[in-house]
C-alpha cells in the first residue's frame, strides 16, 4: 500500500546523499520496485540499474536525468534538488551540452494551417479554409 505523501512530510525529509537514500525512501513508503519502474516507464532491469547508480547501463544522459527527476518527484522529494545532487556532474555537463544552443525567448512559427513545426496551425486559417470548400461545393451543385 502507497502512503500519501504530505507537503510537511516533503519539506521535513532530508535531501538523498546517495541513490541508497531513495531506495530507503520508496521501502519505507511500501512501493515495490516492480510498482516505481512500472510508474516511471521503465524495465525493472533499468529501475534496477537506476537505484544501483549504474548510469553507464542506462541509454544516456538526458534520460538519466529525467528518470531521475520523476523518480525523485514520485517520492515526494524536492525533484531539482535531488537531481542537483546525485546526477553525476558529467551527466550534467552533457545536458547542459543538449540545451546550449537552445534560444528560449524565440518562439517558433507554427505555419499558416499547421504543417510547418508540428503545430495546429491558425483555427482562422482553417475555418476561412472550411467557409470556402462549403462555398465551392454548393456553388458547383447549385448549378443544377
Not at 2 to 29: F, G, W, Y
Not at 48 to 61: F, K, M, V
Request: with cysteine; proline share 3%; aromatic share 6%.
Amino acid at each position: 500500500m502507497v502512503r500519501a505523501i504530505s507537503t510537511n512530510d516533503r519539506q521535513a525529509e532530508q535531501q538523498p546523499k546517495s541513490m541508497l537514500d531513495l531506495r530507503h525512501r520508496r521501502q519505507k513508503l511500501g512501493i515495490s520496485p516492480q510498482a516505481m519502474a512500472q510508474g516511471l516507464g521503465l524495465s525493472l532491469k533499468q529501475f534496477e540499474c537506476l537505484e544501483a547508480g549504474d548510469w553507464q547501463a542506462l541509454p544516456g544522459a538526458a534520460f538519466v536525468r529525467s528518470v531521475l527527476f520523476a523518480y525523485a518527484r514520485r517520492l515526494g522529494m524536492d525533484d531539482r534538488e535531488t537531481v542537483e545532487q546525485l546526477l553525476p556532474e558529467d551527466y550534467r555537463h552533457r545536458v547542459a551540452e543538449l540545451h546550449a544552443d537552445i534560444d528560449h525567448r524565440r518562439i517558433k512559427p507554427k505555419g499558416l494551417l499547421g504543417f510547418a513545426h508540428g503545430g495546429s496551425g491558425s483555427a482562422l486559417a482553417w475555418c476561412c479554409l472550411m467557409l470556402a470548400s462549403a462555398v465551392v461545393v454548393i456553388h458547383f451543385f447549385g448549378r443544377q
